[in-house]
Nanobody
Framework: QVQLVESGGGLVQSGGSLRLSCAAS????????MSWYRQAQGKGRESVAT????????DYHASVRGRFTITRDNARNTAYLQMNSLTPEDTAVYYC???????????????WGQGTQVTVSS
């Protein structure tokens, strides 16, 4: 049974920073890529950042490139999303997603977390 639990969301002022965590249970965390997605109210879910199983490969949505950083600690079974220079447009529920292989790029995997709310005030 794979479970993903996000944490670290909250309310922050524009220009501020947050670090999201995605703790994974189950086996072989280090064998799978991970991604972060977000969904703003009234909008569809969009990709944010993605990382391969070993962390060697990463990519970002154009809107967050240069401001957000995705990393992972395979010893702790945890993926992270460091978010800097936040703007109100980053307000959304953020979800982590486990790839179905070591690197699925933007292909959505089977397992999702429950989401964590990020709200950026102007």
């Amino acid at each position: 049974q794979v479970q993903l639990v996000e944490s670290g969301g909250g309310l922050v002022q524009s220009g501020g920073s947050l670090r999201l965590s995605c703790a994974a249970s189950g086996v072989f965390f280090s064998a799978y890529g991970m991604s972060w997605y977000r969904q703003a109210q009234g909008k569809g879910r969009e990709s944010v950042a993605t990382i391969s199983a070993t962390g060697e490969l990463t990519d970002y949505h154009a809107s967050v490139r240069g401001r957000f950083t995705i990393t992972r600690d395979n010893a702790r079974n945890t993926a992270y999303l460091q978010m800097n220079s936040l703007t109100p447009e980053d307000t959304a529920v953020y979800y982590c997603n486990r790839h179905d292989s070591w690197w699925s790029y933007w292909a959505q995997g089977t397992y999702w977390g429950q989401g964590t709310q990020v709200t950026v005030s102007s």
